[in-house]
C-alpha cells in the first residue's frame, strides 16, 4: 500500500497539480527575427465635397497621397501550445532605420476640369516610425499523418508616423495648358506630419505540413472585413489638418517555414502579403476651423519578409 501511495503521489507531482503525468505540456517558443517590410500606404480624396457653403461634387481622385513602407524592422514574438489543439501567438515589429524612400503627391484636373490631366506632381523625403503588433489564437481541428489543418481569430495593429520634408514639386501639364514651364520648387526642411494606424481584426485558417523531423512548413489565408483606419495629415506650409475614418477589408497571406537544427534551437524563414482597402471619409481644417469634408479612400499593399531564430522550451 505505502508504495502505491508513493507512486501516485509521484504522477501527481510530475503531471502537475491535478493534471495526469501523461498529459501533453504546454510548449512555449520565443523568437527575435530581422526583415524588410516593403510597400506604402496611400490616400485619394475627391467625390462629395461639403463646405460651410453647401455640397459639390467634383471627379475622383482629385489628389493621392503615396507613403512608402520600405524600411527594415526588428521582431520579436512568442507562442504558446497548450490543451494539445490550442495555439496563442504574439508578435511586435519595430523599424530599425526611418528613411523610407520617397513620399508622392500628385493632383489632377487642378488646372481645368480634366481628371485624367496630372497637374501638380511632388516628391518629398519620408522618415517614418513603425510599429505593428499581432495576437491570433488558433485551434487545430484536423491532424493526420504530418499533415494538420487550423482555424484562429487575431488582431492586427499598425501604426505609421511620418515626418516628410525637402519638398521638390513641379507642374507636368502646364507646358501643355499654355506653352511654358515654370520648372521646380524647392522647400527644405519638413513640409508635413502624416499619421495612419490600421486597426484590424481576422479570421484565418491553415495548413502545417512536417517534413522528416526537423523541417515544416505553414500556410495561411486570413481575411477581415472589420478594417478601420484613422489618420491625420498635418500640412505644415499650409496650416491645414486633414483627420480621415474609413472602413473596409484587408486579405492576408502568410507562408513560414521551420528548420530545428538543435534540440531547443530552430530557424523561421517568414514570408506575408497583405492588401487593404478602405472608404470613408475626410475632414479638412484650416487654421483651426472646419472648411470642407470630403470623400477618402484609405489603401496599402505590404510584403513583409524575415528570418528568425527561436528556442523552444
Known amino acids: 500500500m505505502k508504495k502505491l501511495v508513493y507512486a501516485l503521489l ?27 517590410l516593403s510597400g506604402d500606404t496611400t490616400y485619394q480624396i475627391g467625390g462629395t ?18 507613403f512608402p513602407l520600405d524600411v527594415y524592422m526588428l521582431s520579436v514574438g512568442g507562442s504558446l501550445e497548450f490543451a494539445e489543439k490550442w495555439k496563442l501567438s504574439a508578435n511586435v515589429k519595430k523599424n530599425i532605420n526611418s528613411d523610407a524612400g520617397k513620399m508622392k503627391d500628385s493632383d489632377w484636373g487642378i488646372f481645368f476640369d480634366d481628371p485624367d490631366s496630372l497637374d501638380i506632381y511632388s516628391e518629398s523625403d519620408a522618415d517614418l516610425e513603425a510599429l505593428i503588433t499581432d495576437i491570433n489564437l488558433r485551434y487545430r481541428f484536423y491532424k493526420k ?24 514639386q513641379w507642374y507636368p501639364s502646364l507646358n501643355d495648358y499654355y506653352g511654358y514651364d515654370i520648372g521646380h520648387d524647392y522647400v527644405s526642411g519638413k513640409v508635413l506630419e502624416y499619421e495612419v494606424t490600421y486597426n484590424i481584426p481576422y479570421m484565418e485558417i491553415g495548413t502545417q505540413f512536417k517534413i522528416k523531423d526537423k523541417f515544416s512548413v505553414e500556410a495561411s489565408l486570413g481575411y477581415s472585413p472589420l478594417v478601420n483606419v484613422t489618420d491625420e495629415d498635418n500640412h505644415i506650409l499650409r496650416s491645414k489638418i486633414s483627420e480621415g475614418d474609413c472602413d473596409g477589408d484587408a486579405i492576408l497571406l502568410s507562408l513560414e517555414g521551420r528548420y530545428d537544427f538543435l534540440t531547443h534551437w530552430f530557424l523561421t524563414l517568414q514570408l506575408d502579403y497583405m492588401m487593404i482597402e478602405t472608404d470613408g471619409k475626410q ?13 477618402q479612400e484609405i489603401e496599402s499593399e505590404q510584403i513583409f519578409a524575415a528570418l528568425a531564430v527561436g528556442y523552444a522550451f
Request: with cysteine; proline share 5%; hydrophobic share 35%.
Open 10 to 36: 509521484c504522477a501527481f507531482v510530475i503531471g502537475g497539480v491535478g493534471v495526469p503525468a501523461y498529459a501533453e505540456r504546454p510548449k512555449l517558443d520565443l523568437t527575435l527575427g530581422h526583415g524588410m
Open 49 to 66: 465635397v461639403d463646405t460651410p457653403s453647401g455640397s459639390s461634387e467634383i471627379h475622383f481622385p482629385l489628389s493621392e497621397l503615396e
Open 145 to 168: 499523418s504530418n499533415w494538420s489543418f487550423i482555424a484562429g481569430l487575431g488582431y492586427l495593429r499598425q501604426n505609421f508616423d511620418y515626418e516628410i520634408s525637402n519638398l521638390d
Open 283 to 295: 475632414k479638412q481644417y484650416t487654421y483651426g476651423e472646419w472648411t470642407a469634408t470630403i470623400d
